[in-house]
């Protein structure tokens, strides 16, 4: 298992991020949509989770088969979906994705106003110092197919907050930030393609990590003023819109009448020869919901964000 823990500061504070949260992860998803890929919400509602308590829950199919290295699509299906399965108790989240039964990424997030000094935002263990990550939403390089102008914080200015551009070191003195901390276990637990698979998946997950956050401040606009019941109806909408363009998409294709593995709660493969390629025998995974703390890998009926 490699693990990691990422800090993503933000000009913003932590309860104006709630909404931008919301709106961003609604609207990322809406425009990664399409050609029978993206990201299908099977479920989000209020619940209680029999440790945290009362929640919000997400369950979503995403649909990925092109995204994969060219080493990988070897041993996968040609048409498959991961299922992501999120509990949002905010300022504290807890994700998790899994599609084989060897393979599993958790991640647990805490928001918190400050610039990313707290050594032990989760309260247990503090992650040793070389697995820590300080990512830059103003510096860091990002795909060049996800750059976008009107998202580089280097040029972005808010109308409705005054905020932007940033200028380098802006996180020693910006008034207000906040901070995303991030702790990401990725487990693949195959011989031979291990290092190399959670590397791969942590690599793709920074990328994930600041396209997202950069579009948050971005996108301020948009968003601020929104009250949360506002935002959750943008939700809805967006979900009833994104859910459509896959669907239509995949029914355009044909890929809807393709084989495809099935997944259940258990996350279960049901392509057996693809799993043999592998060395890999099908296992049962226990439902995030029984789990007993967030210290260990919990394979969430199971994304970066």
Same mark, same amino acid.
């Given at each position: 298992?490699?693990?990691?823990?990422?800090r993503? $500061?933000?000009?913003?504070?932590?309860?104006?991020?709630?909404? *931008?949260?919301?709106y961003?992860?609604?609207?990322?998803? $809406?425009?990664?949509? *399409?050609?029978?890929?993206?990201?299908?919400?099977?479920?989000?509602?209020?619940?209680?989770?029999?440790?945290?308590?009362?929640?919000?829950?997400?369950?979503?199919?995403?649909?990925?088969?092109?995204? !994969?290295?060219?080493?990988?699509?070897?041993?996968?299906?040609?048409?498959?979906?991961?299922?992501?399965?999120?509990?949002?108790?905010?300022?504290?989240?807890?994700? *998790?994705?899994?599609?084989?039964?060897?393979?599993?990424?958790? %991640?647990?997030?805490?928001?918190?106003?400050?610039?990313?000094?707290?050594?032990?935002?989760?309260?247990?263990?503090?992650?040793?110092?070389?697995?820590?990550?300080?990512?830059?939403?103003?510096?860091?390089?990002?795909?060049?197919?996800?750059?976008?102008?009107?998202?580089?914080?280097?040029r972005?200015?808010?109308?409705?907050?005054?905020? *932007?551009?940033?200028?380098?070191?802006?996180?020693?003195?910006?008034?207000?930030?906040?901070?995303?901390?991030?702790?990401?276990? $990725?487990?693949?637990?195959?011989?031979?393609?291990?290092?190399?698979?959670?590397?791969? %998946?942590?690599?793709?997950?920074?990328?994930?990590? !600041?396209?997202?956050?950069r579009?948050?401040?971005?996108? %301020?606009?948009?968003?601020?003023?929104?009250? !949360?019941?506002?935002?959750?109806?943008?939700?809805?909408?967006?979900?009833?819109?994104?859910?459509?363009?896959?669907k239509?998409?995949?029914?355009?294709?044909?890929?809807?009448?393709?084989?495809?593995?099935?997944?259940?709660?258990s996350?279960?493969?049901?392509?057996?020869?693809?799993?043999?390629?592998?060395?890999?025998?099908?296992?049962?995974?226990?439902?995030?919901?029984?789990?007993?703390?967030?210290?260990?890998?919990?394979r969430?009926?199971?994304?970066?964000?």
């Open positions: 298992m490699l693990m990691k823990e990422y993503i $500061c933000m000009p913003l504070t932590v309860d104006e991020y709630r909404i *931008g949260q919301l961003m992860i609604s609207k990322h998803s $809406c425009e990664q949509s *399409g050609g029978g890929e993206g990201v299908e919400v099977v479920r989000n509602e209020k619940d209680t989770h029999p440790q945290y308590g009362p929640g919000q829950l997400t369950e979503k199919r995403i649909y990925l088969s092109s995204k !994969l290295p060219s080493w990988a699509k070897a041993f996968v299906p040609r048409f498959f979906y991961v299922t992501e399965k999120a509990w949002n108790f905010y300022p504290y989240t807890i994700t *998790g994705v899994s599609f084989l039964p060897k393979f599993s990424i958790r %991640i647990e997030t805490r928001f918190e106003n400050n610039n990313g000094s707290n050594s032990n935002v989760f309260g247990d263990t503090p992650t040793p110092e070389k697995n820590v990550s300080f990512l830059d939403i103003l510096s860091d390089p990002i795909p060049e197919k996800h750059y976008r102008e009107s998202e580089d914080l280097s972005w200015q808010s109308s409705k907050t005054g905020r *932007g551009p940033l200028e380098r070191g802006w996180k020693d003195d910006h008034k207000p930030i906040m901070c995303s901390y991030k702790r990401v276990q $990725c487990s693949f637990e195959v011989y031979g393609f291990q290092t190399r698979t959670e590397e791969f %998946i942590h690599r793709n997950i920074q990328d994930i990590l !600041l396209v997202g956050h579009q948050a401040v971005a996108w %301020i606009d948009e968003w601020h003023g929104l009250s !949360l019941e506002e935002v959750r109806e943008y939700e809805r909408a967006m979900q009833e819109k994104t859910n459509s363009k896959v239509s998409s995949q029914n355009n294709t044909g890929q809807s009448a393709a084989p495809r593995p099935v997944f259940s709660r996350i279960s493969v049901t392509d057996e020869r693809s799993l043999k390629k592998m060395g890999v025998t099908t296992a049962n995974m226990s439902d995030p919901s029984t789990s007993s703390g967030p210290q260990s890998p919990i969430l009926n199971s994304t970066p964000e």
